[in-house]
Nanobody, 114 residues
């Protein structure tokens, strides 16, 4: 499985961005997809996850601002990010996990700055 992330960029505080991640290969119904992020000098942080049937989970720091979704037919996962803050600045990585294996996308930079 290969993952291709897109949608990062530079945005002002309070703005929004939508990240997308497309997977190649078969993604089983046991899979969990999601996003991590890593800011400079920080550990990688779980942002949001979504199961095949749409059950979601969010980090407390993004609840109410970010929305994760997935399209199983298209093998994509998206992260809608609203009300962005400077502390959301990081490289965002998508992933898919199943059968005890985790596959990662290449990362996309999100910078929130005025």
């Amino acid at each position: 499985v290969q993952l291709q992330a897109s949608g990062g960029g530079l945005v002002q505080p309070g703005g929004c961005l939508r990240l997308s991640c497309a997977a190649s290969g078969n993604i089983p119904s046991t899979s969990v997809m999601g996003w991590y992020r890593q800011a400079p000098g920080e550990q990688r942080e779980l942002v949001a996850t979504i199961t095949y049937i749409g059950t979601t989970n969010y980090a407390d720091s993004v609840k109410g601002r970010f929305t994760i979704s997935r399209d199983n037919a298209k093998r994509t996962v998206h992260l809608q990010m609203n009300s962005l803050k400077p502390e959301d600045t990081a490289v965002y990585y998508c992933y898919v996990r199943y059968s005890l294996s985790t596959y990662w996308g290449q990362g996309t930079q999100v910078t929130v700055s005025s």
